[in-house]
């Protein structure tokens, strides 16, 4: 069903796009990329409203309240955030619904891209079967026009050869990686707790860094035209949240300690209480200074 159903969908559009600009399946896919990021837009919005509402939620004195109270009754503490989260009409799935979403996505547009690119005649008959007629005529498309600036064929994994160098580079791979680190770090909402060892902060620093390894791998085994969507898509989402001003330029800046939480200050600290409120004479017994005197 997914394959005679939902990845049609997604060849035809995208080889609709590439006969409609005149053959060009690198600026195809942008403008694909575009067309999706435009029509999920307001799953993005929902997942800010989402991220805020969960921020709220940590915030409030009442969730703090009951996990100190019911901190040893796990089945107790899940049932009263529950319940406080139905009350503030909190909805866990809001902040995560659109990544579910990108995934089925991710893969249909790669199937669908996949099938675009019929070489052998057994591809190109499959090829055939999942047009639609009303839209696209199969003969003034085959063959696609695969290159697209340095890249030679979409299809295949994108290595950029030089010269001088003994290797290849792979290119793309290493802005997927750096375009979806930046995109993690500066979409992840500030957290209200400054422990480093809190379970969401601990969870966001992960994400943060398995996922651009894990984009990276797929780019650097997968076609190039994926990893072109990978890039444009990361970035249209920076700047969708540059737009709605929700990028949070603080996480990729270094924190500061400050200097009232280091130990030694603290220690040092104590130990001048300690010092001045010591008395440094015994009372009523006369120093040896004041009996040579008399």
């Not at 591809?123 to 498309?141: A, G, K, M, N, V």
């Not at 063959?143 to 950029?160: C, K, M, T």
């Not at 076609?223 to 920076?238: D, E, M, P, R």
């Not at 929700?246 to 209480?273: C, D, F, H, I």
Request: hydrophobic share 45%; glycine share 6%.
């Amino acid at each position: 069903m997914w394959n005679e159903l939902v990845v049609p969908v997604f060849t035809n559009i995208l080889l609709f796009i590439y006969n409609l600009i005149g053959g060009n399946l690198g600026v195809a896919i942008l403008l694909f990329t575009l067309l999706v990021r435009v029509l999920t837009h307001p799953l993005m919005v929902s997942q800010i409203k989402g991220a805020q509402t969960m921020q709220k939620l940590q915030t409030d004195p009442r969730f703090k309240e009951i996990q100190e109270k019911y901190k040893d009754d796990r089945e107790k503490l899940a049932a009263e955030q529950t319940r406080l989260m139905q009350e503030m009409g909190v909805n866990p799935l809001s902040s995560c619904l659109p990544t579910l979403i990108q995934l089925p996505i991710m893969i249909a547009f790669y199937q669908g891209m996949t099938a675009a690119l019929a070489s052998t005649p057994l591809q190109l008959f499959d090829l055939t079967r999942h047009l639609y007629p009303w839209l696209l005529q199969i003969e003034s498309l085959i063959p696609l026009n695969s290159r697209f600036l340095w890249i030679a064929d979409l299809g295949q994994p994108e290595r950029l050869h030089l010269s001088f160098l003994p290797f290849p580079i792979p290119v793309l791979t290493i802005l997927v990686v750096v375009t979806t680190y930046l995109q993690s770090k500066l979409m992840t909402p500030p957290t209200s707790s400054s422990n480093p060892r809190d379970p969401s902060a601990m969870t966001a620093n992960m994400m943060n860094l398995y996922m651009p390894l894990l984009m990276g791998w797929f780019a650097y085994s997968l076609s190039a035209g994926l990893a072109v969507y990978f890039v444009f898509t990361n970035l249209i989402g920076i700047a969708q949240y540059a737009l709605l001003g929700r990028l949070n330029w603080s996480n990729l800046m270094p924190k500061k300690k400050e200097a009232g939480n280091s130990p030694s200050v603290e220690a040092t600290q104590k130990k001048a209480e300690m010092t001045s409120s010591k008395p440094d004479k015994k009372p009523g017994k006369p120093s040896k200074s004041g009996r040579s005197g008399k």
